[in-house]
């Protein structure tokens, strides 16, 4: 049995299925360029050149900031995932998803979306991704962004169930690796988004409503940190699940281990969650000791993408090595660079190398001091949700676009220079946004017009406004390519099927191995230790404290 695909013959869902699948991941893409607009304005704003008063809706700086953050880190990715994740899980089984359920998350994650733009596009919901009370959005916020979570819930039964199905269909067989990753990245998410959903269906929508006077502000944030160290890794995952199970087969390789990728992904279950204090590492009513056991869960969860630095590199040597690659580095010129879907995955992971580094500074509780709340905090979420994880999903688009369309990639030369614009521009703005941090520039400032400022920021600010520039074009570019394909690409010149890839050796079914498909152990796991590392705050913090009323400002 291959690792990756039960029956490699072809299995295509039918194009009622495909359909829901196809205008999730639209809805996604244009949300990425509907965003990058706001964050052209950011970036230029850094370097003192103020281009917001030619966005005629917009009433502030923040209410641009706020759809920036919302399109672009929640709207793109889960609609992206929606339809990817759902759609790699019955390739590898051979089988259809449930219709209903297709059509009831994409429904849910359409009218969410309504809901979100109405309140950011109406200056309703100036808060902000984070969403922080006491500031105060409009019920439609919370409630949208509450469906888009639900829509994920019913995307991830939906999975659950063709998993299940298969395995009952399957007795003693292993689960096929690509619907493994998928089915574990998802059920991570499940797991970690119900903070998250408890805080603004429970506590912010009564809150808006006027249900409740007041709100409790550590507790909202607390909930939301709950979710949303891991929902990182909602975004990485379906990358990874790209990394490992596709890119080897695109660049000619093979995936180096069955058993080292299962292993990964199940970590990612286990480490993702219970991480969330070190993002609150400043905050009072928090025990010391409650942080430091978060922050030692925070460098374990960086083993698993070690892990997966050796695997891919390994899977992509291998490519390399068979097209004729010789020497110490001489693969790597050797891999197919003129591929624009692998080229902009090949970029995202350079990219990521940065990203990773500078998120152990984050981790860590006395660097952190340095760097909190300073520009360096964009600088590095933009070298992972904003490279790895967007280039990525970007070079996906370059190949599942057309699969699930019908029609050619249109224009692969500039496909494959807006990844290079992209990089160039990501690792420039990084740097700028960077050094600037460790001077002590703040974030989410509007510098065009901020009455302070220090000498020391303005190389950072202009290397910010270039790179964010060079971010802008690249994507705007990549817009292009991807809208001219589905208007106009030649119809019949698609991918036959998925790239999916081989394993070097077939799935072990040592003990050890086969208790690596159970999925239902590892979630009991995974929620032992989620109280181990929350249980104890909560139990000391309870009952909530409703003390703050909701605060409009812009």
Known sequence: MNAIVFD????????????????????????????????????LSYAGIDILGYFPFLKSYYQGLTAHGVANALIFTFSFSNGFLPLMTAR????????????????????????????????????????????QAHWTYYIGLALVVVSTWVALA?????????????????????????????????????????SFLGFLTPW?????????PLLTRTLFWFTAHAIVYAWLLPAYVSWYALVPRQAG?????????????????????PTGFHHQYTD????????????????????PSLATAFSVMASLEIGGRAAGGRG?????????????????????????????????????????????NTTWIPGHFHMTVGSAVALTLMGVAYWLVPYLSGRGLWGKTWAVASSWIYTIGVLIFARGMISAGLEGMPRRIYRAQATYTNEAWDLGGA??????????????????????????????????????????????????????????????VAIVMIIVAYGPFFASYLPPNFVSPGFTLW
């Open 463 to 524: 290397l910010t406004a270039v790179g964010g520039s060079l971010m802008f074009i690249g994507i705007f570019v990549f817009f292009i390519v991807i809208l001219v394909t589905i208007l106009w690409g030649k119809k019949g010149d698609i991918p036959a099927d998925i790239p999916w890839s081989e394993t070097l050796a077939a799935p072990g079914l040592s003990k050890w191995e086969l208790r690596l498909d159970k999925l239902g152990f590892w979630m009991v």
């Open 328 to 372: 110490l580095l001489g693969w790597i010129r050797k891999l197919p660079w003129k591929d624009p879907s692998l080229v902009a995955q090949l970029l995202a992971m350079i990219t990521f190398v940065f990203g990773g580094i500078t998120g152990l500074i984050n981790a860590s509780f006395t660097m952190n001091q340095v760097v909190h």
């Open 92 to 135: 590898a089984l051979s089988k259809k998803l449930v219709d209903w359920m297709l059509w009831l998350s994409f429904g849910l994650l359409a009218l969410g979306n309504v809901l979100v733009i109405y309140a950011v596009a109406a200056n309703k919901a100036s808060v902000l991704y984070t969403s922080y009370a006491p500031l």
């Open 8 to 43: 490699p013959s072809g299995f295509k869902l039918p194009e009622n299925q495909r359909r829901p699948l196809l205008w999730a991941m639209y809805i996604g893409y244009a949300a990425l360029t509907a965003g990058i607009f706001h964050g052209l304005a950011q970036s």
């Open 158 to 198: 939906n999975m659950i169930i063709v998993w299940r199905q298969w395995r009952k269909e399957n007795p003693g067989e292993r689960v096929p690796l690509l619907a493994h990753i998928s089915v574990f990245s998802y059920s991570m998410w499940g797991l970690a988004s119900i903070p998250i959903a408890v």
């Open 208 to 216: 808006t409503l006027g249900w409740m006077e007041k709100t409790d």
């Open 284 to 303: 009072p009513g928090i025990a010391t000791w409650m942080k430091a056991i978060h922050g030692v869960l925070t460098f374990g969860v960086f083993f």
């Open 253 to 273: 390789g093979k995936i180096v281990s069955d058993s080292l990728t299962r292993f990964v992904f199940v970590l990612f279950l286990l480490l993702s969650i």
